[in-house]
């Protein structure tokens, strides 16, 4: 059973960073897409970044410039560097990887606050 395990949510002032960490746990296989999706309360949740096997990434226009997505294939992990953060970053941000055999996983969602 696949488990995806999150880490490095917080509380930051606005103009801070965060990085966080999503790693496969009892997985053999390797995934295709590994990405980072977001939701506060009363919205609908959003992808945030993406990041493909062979490196292609895909952002937000909200996080470009800002954000930056990678990954560790060996380990199955994907990485999300948040820099100069703003209110309007805070959220419940949650990862999700797509296998090759395109099974979907979610993790179970780590929040992010960011103070004015």
Do not use: H
């Not at 949510?9 to 999503?22: D, E, F, H, P, T």
């Not at 062979?54 to 909200?62: K, Q, V």
């Amino acid at each position: 059973q696949v488990q995806l395990v999150e880490s490095g949510g917080g509380l930051v002032q606005a103009g801070g960073s965060l990085r966080l960490s999503c790693a496969a746990s009892g997985s053999l296989f390797s995934m295709n897409v590994m990405g980072w999706y977001r939701q506060a309360p009363g919205n609908n949740r959003d992808m945030v970044a993406a990041i493909w096997s062979g490196g292609i990434t895909n952002y937000a226009d909200s996080v470009k410039g800002r954000f930056t997505i990678s990954r560790d294939n060996a380990k199955n992990t994907v990485y999300l560097q948040m820099n100069n953060l703003k209110p309007e970053d805070t959220a419940v941000y949650y990862c999700r990887f797509i296998s090759r055999g395109n099974s979907i996983y979610w993790g179970q969602g780590t929040q992010v606050t960011v103070s004015s």
